[in-house]
């Protein structure tokens, strides 16, 4: 397949919020305190899951149904991520526009949000051991893959700025390759773990 676009340069220096020609800035940006507002709730709420998983007492029947759905909310959400991380890499080696990456992951923003809420509550009914050190770390992975996505909604309204421009900023493009990073390592680390957790 011919390639249509240039590489995206390496070195670029744009103004500070990347904000297009007459466009006010932060005008177009989710605000601050709610993206922070929205990431105490998370956390939050994956407190309260931890709370309610050691008092939940589910059947064989509801644990089957929630270990099926525990599963399909991991193809959801991981699969998601892998598809807009893997349009990004065809991006960055000149093979898709900047746009592509983007209307990707703007499509994909339910199954990911539903596949990372789908492991939440399918979670409580499978009996996770809290008193585990392996557990505690897959709890922290989720919050910081939580937090991370938040970060990512930024520098997605951000990067919609300059999606039409043949240049685009280094700073984000550091800032897009390290959420990406925490955000497989993220998944990746939680998948790993919840896979030794079934087998002890």
Same mark, same amino acid.
């Given at each position: 397949?011919?390639?249509?676009?240039?590489?995206?340069?390496?070195?670029?220096?744009?103004?500070?919020? @990347?904000?297009?020609?007459?466009?006010? %800035?932060?005008?177009?940006?989710?605000? =601050?305190?709610?993206?922070?507002?929205?990431?105490?709730?998370?956390? =939050?709420?994956?407190?309260?899951?931890?709370?309610?998983?050691?008092?939940? *007492? $589910?059947?064989? @029947?509801?644990?089957?149904?929630?270990?099926?759905?525990? +599963?399909?909310?991991?193809? %959801?959400?991981?699969?998601? +991520?892998?598809?807009?991380?893997?349009?990004?890499?065809?991006?960055? !080696?000149?093979?898709?526009?900047?746009?592509? +990456?983007?209307?990707?992951?703007?499509?994909?923003? !339910?199954?990911?949000? %539903?596949?990372?809420?789908?492991?939440?509550? !399918? =979670?409580?009914?499978?009996?996770?051991?809290?008193?585990?050190?392996?557990?505690?770390?897959?709890?922290?992975?989720?919050?910081?893959? !939580?937090?991370? =996505?938040?970060?990512? *909604?930024?520098?997605?309204?951000?990067?919609?700025?300059?999606?039409?421009?043949?240049?685009?900023?280094?700073?984000?493009?550091?800032?897009?390759?390290? %959420?990406?990073?925490?955000?497989?390592?993220?998944?990746?680390? $939680?998948? +790993?773990?919840?896979?030794?957790?079934?087998?002890?």
């Amino acid at each position: 397949m011919p390639r249509t676009l240039s590489r995206p340069p390496r070195t670029l220096a744009v103004t500070a919020d @990347t904000a297009a020609p007459g466009t006010p %800035a932060h005008e177009d940006l989710t605000p =601050g305190w709610l993206l922070a507002l929205t990431g105490v709730l998370a956390a =939050g709420v994956l407190a309260a899951s931890c709370w309610t998983a050691g008092h939940v *007492h $589910a059947d064989i @029947t509801l644990q089957t149904v929630a270990r099926f759905l525990h +599963v399909a909310s991991l193809v %959801a959400g991981l699969g998601s +991520v892998l598809a807009v991380d893997w349009f990004a890499v065809l991006w960055l !080696t000149g093979r898709r526009p900047l746009a592509a +990456v983007l209307d990707t992951a703007s499509a994909l923003q !339910t199954p990911i949000w %539903a596949g990372l809420g789908g492991l939440t509550v !399918t =979670g409580l009914f499978l009996r996770p051991d809290l008193d585990s050190p392996l557990t505690l770390v897959k709890l922290g992975l989720v919050l910081a893959v !939580t937090v991370n =996505g938040l970060y990512a *909604h930024r520098l997605g309204q951000l990067l919609e700025r300059v999606r039409d421009r043949a240049e685009v900023p280094r700073r984000l493009l550091v800032r897009s390759g390290l %959420a990406a990073t925490v955000s497989q390592a993220g998944w990746w680390g $939680a998948t +790993v773990i919840g896979f030794l957790n079934s087998r002890s």
